[in-house]
């Protein structure tokens, strides 16, 4: 169990390190996501975290076009 507490913190950091890019662009999007990721992170919602995670690329690739 330490090692998925381990696991959820450092999803966490990456919410917040994309919440701070959000800001620094003015990016709802980047926000909107990381506010979802961090949630479901301290609410240990797996299934939620996992599909987050898996669409991150793909709202990255929006914003670029």
């Known amino acids: ?14 919410g917040k390190k994309v ?3 959000a800001k620094e662009h003015n ?3 980047l926000k909107e996501w990381s506010d979802k990721i961090m949630s ?3 609410k240990f919602e797996i ?3 996992e599909k987050e995670l898996g ?3 793909e ?3 929006k ?3």
């Open 27 to 29: 990016s709802s999007a």
């Open 55 to 57: 669409g991150f690329r």
């Open 40 to 42: 479901h992170s301290k």
């Open 19 to 21: 919440g701070d890019v």
């Open 63 to 65: 914003m670029k076009d």
């Open 1 to 14: 169990e330490a090692k998925d507490l381990m696991e959820i913190n450092v999803i966490e950091g990456l």
């Open 59 to 61: 709202l990255v690739k």
């Open 47 to 49: 299934n939620s975290i």
